[in-house]
């Protein structure tokens, strides 16, 4: 009996192996909501405030869902809304269970749903699986080494330092927003480990309690409806283990900075990337099937959030015998060295650096910005807003926008005093301004008026940016022209062309500012993308990257300041394109 029963559960995983390698080699061309999808970041903090008190709210965005489903948005994903001491803005949760107060109730949050169902948009949560607030029940349990709570977070002893007989932290470990990884608690008489805030403390992986805790809110906010997470710094889930003596080694200097307090001065191989995380992640993928196989419906989602290497990414995807996430997110275009400017070369590298390194059958993603970075317009500069709102929504895969990129919002200038993020907060007014996410989190502009009519407050928790009367979703709807239009065009592009949703893509640099990409399939229209990022005008042949193309293109979306005319015919050859111009033209 016992090596027959061994027998059977491995056959029929190499089995399970062969028909799932299957499938992803096969041509599929039938594509699942979120393979072509539009998510939409709100930074509910900052998207629409209801009653009047500074700060955007639930009510808020249900009273603006209307607005992204005109704009054409497939899901919208919200950072936290959880119960929050708001030391980090909603990424150190108290209670995963509940809404933070001052954005609402559950009942705000079901209202919520209920009008996107109406509106059939998907509604997408945070999960922030890595640490909680230190004002989390578990973790007050936790201090008190209450029975079930002992190990969930990392806690150790620290070492003795044999010179000055003085307690020190168990390693050299740094968080992210400055200083030791490692907070001593005079109540437990030990340290706990917290990669990002003191006030964000990292929970325990190799407890399975914590492990099926995790997954049990994940199964919470199912129930209530919601199409899938995404999942906050995930990479940092699992450390090294200790060694055999009950300690943690210490990282090597990396060199990169000879700044002690800053994260970089340390490489990050003990506490970033570790194998154990993505099966957690596999784990995850599971939680999410399993919830649509019994509750029907569409496919639930898992969009992992990682600025690790492609190596290292990729294989949240999943392999041959486990389905991982759906879209780990690809922010190749965000680290691209960007600074009101961004060359073709670099593009053109980002690009590569995803679909060379993507496993076949595999979906991409493209993401230009979000609550963490400067605002895209600014990165790129406001002159290449238009080519890369195209850039996103003519790769192949699912596209994503942080809310503002739609109207070429750039960031605001928040002073010290002003200042909020605890990775600005915890340095000084010399440094903080290379420190502060401030500046791309500030309010929403949906009008001239008042608080770009965000809020009727006398003061908004952040303030606006000074561009709002300009820069906003009343004045870019009503001009003939703007990159709000441009935006929408491009979504109503991607919907209707069979080209970008199921064809093959090729790309390349044709001169030191114009990056160049093809969508093609046949029997559809191939659609072309040229961008001229530079700072002055060029003229360019498209033989030289495609010969294939027929010998005129019908220009259907322009960048802004474009001059030329929508429908008019354009050679392949001897193409004109001005300082920042992008086009999205059609080839038959
Ligand atoms: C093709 O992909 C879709 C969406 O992922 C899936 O529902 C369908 O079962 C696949 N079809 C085949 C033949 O594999
Ligand atoms: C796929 O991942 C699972 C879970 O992490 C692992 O056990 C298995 O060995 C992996 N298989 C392959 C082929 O890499
Ligand atoms: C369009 O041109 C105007 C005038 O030259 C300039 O101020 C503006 O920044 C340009 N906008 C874009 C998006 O290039
Ligand atoms: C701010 O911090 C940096 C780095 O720790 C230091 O060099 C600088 O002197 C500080 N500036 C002020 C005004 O405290
Ligand atoms: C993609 O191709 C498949 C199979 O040819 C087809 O069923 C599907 O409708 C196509 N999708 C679009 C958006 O045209
Ligand atoms: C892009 C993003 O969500 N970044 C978050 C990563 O996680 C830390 C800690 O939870 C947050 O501070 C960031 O905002
Ligand atoms: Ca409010
Ligand atoms: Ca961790």
């Known amino acids: 009996m016992q090596p027959l029963q061994v027998l059977i559960p491995m056959l029929s995983l190499v089995l399970l192996g062969q028909t799932c390698q299957d499938t992803t080699t096969a041509e599929n061309n039938s594509k699942d909501w979120w393979q072509t999808a539009q998510f939409y970041q709100i930074y509910p903090r900052s998207f629409m405030d209801s009653d009047g008190d500074g700060i955007g709210d639930l009510n808020g965005i249900t009273s603006k869902l209307e607005y992204l489903k005109d704009l054409g948005v497939t899901a919208a994903w919200l950072s936290p809304i959880f119960k929050s001491p708001m030391v980090d803005f909603g990424y150190d949760i108290s209670d995963f269970f509940d809404i ?12 919520l749903i209920k009008k996107a169902n109406e509106l059939d948009l998907k509604i997408i949560l945070d999960f922030v699986p890595n640490h909680s607030s230190d004002e989390n029940e578990w973790f007050k349990k936790s201090v008190k080494r209450e029975k079930g709570y002992e190990d969930y977070y990392v806690w150790h002893d620290g070492k003795v330092n044999a010179e000055t007989g003085e307690r020190e932290p168990p390693s050299n470990w740094l968080q992210a927003f400055r200083g030791s990884a490692w907070q001593w608690v005079e109540e437990r008489q030990q340290y706990y480990l917290h990669q990002f805030a003191v006030q964000q403390a990292d929970l325990n992986y190799r407890n ?12 919470y906010w199912l129930n209530e409806g919601v199409a899938g997470f995404r999942c906050d710094a995930v990479p940092v889930l699992f450390e090294v283990e200790m060694d055999e003596n009950g300690q943690y080694a210490d990282e090597e200097v990396s060199g990169l900075t000879d ?6 001065y340390l490489k990050s191989e003990l506490i970033e990337n570790r194998p154990e995380t993505i099966d957690m992640a596999y784990q995850w993928r599971t939680v999410m099937d399993d919830h ?4 029907g419906g569409d496919t639930r989602v898992l969009l992992i959030e990682t600025y690790a290497p492609p190596a290292y990414t990729m294989q949240f995807y999943g392999n041959r015998s486990v389905e991982g996430a759906h879209l780990p997110f690809n922010f190749n275009l965000i680290t691209v060295p960007a600074s009101n400017g961004v060359s073709a070369s670099s593009i053109k590298t980002a690009v590569d650096n995803w679909l060379l390194n993507m496993p076949a059958g595999r979906t991409a993603n493209w993401v230009i910005g979000n609550h963490d970075q400067r605002r895209a317009a600014s990165r790129y500069g406001v002159a290449n807003t238009d ?7 003519i790769m192949p895969g699912g596209s994503v926008t942080y809310q503002g990129e739609e109207l070429g919002m750039t960031d605001g200038w928040i002073s010290w005093e002003d200042t909020q993020d605890p990775a600005a907060c915890n340095s000084n007014q010399s440094l903080y301004e290379q420190l502060t996410r401030d500046p791309s989190r500030t309010p929403f502009h949906w009008t001239s008026g008042t608080n770009a009519g965000f809020s009727t407050a006398t003061k908004t928790w952040l ?27 491009l979504v109503a592009l991607r919907k209707s062309s069979k080209t970008l949703q199921n064809g093959s893509t090729k790309y390349a640099v044709l001169n030191e500012n114009v990056f160049v990409a093809k969508r093609y399939l046949s029997g559809s229209p191939s659609i072309v993308y040229v961008a001229n990022l530079g700072s002055s005008g060029t003229t360019i042949d498209l033989d030289q990257f495609d010969k294939t193309l027929p010998s005129h293109l019908t220009l259907q979306i322009r960048s802004l300041n474009s001059t030329k005319a929508e429908g008019a015919l354009f050679e392949r050859n001897g193409l004109s394109l001005a300082a920042g111009e992008a086009l999205v033209m059609s080839a038959s």
């Open 292 to 295: 649509q196989r019994i509750y």
């Open 463 to 489: 303030p606006l940016a000074e561009n709002y009367k300009t820069v906003n979703v009343e004045v870019e709807s009503a001009a003939t022209r703007s990159h709000l239009k441009i935006y929408k065009a």
């Open 208 to 219: 399975p309690d914590v492990v099926a805790q995790m997954k049990r809110v994940l199964r």
């Open 387 to 393: 080519a890369m709102n195209m850039l996103v929504m």
């Open 259 to 264: 700044d002690v307090d800053s994260r970089n």
């Open 100 to 111: 933070q107060p001052e954005y609402g109730t559950l009942e705000d949050f079901r209202a």
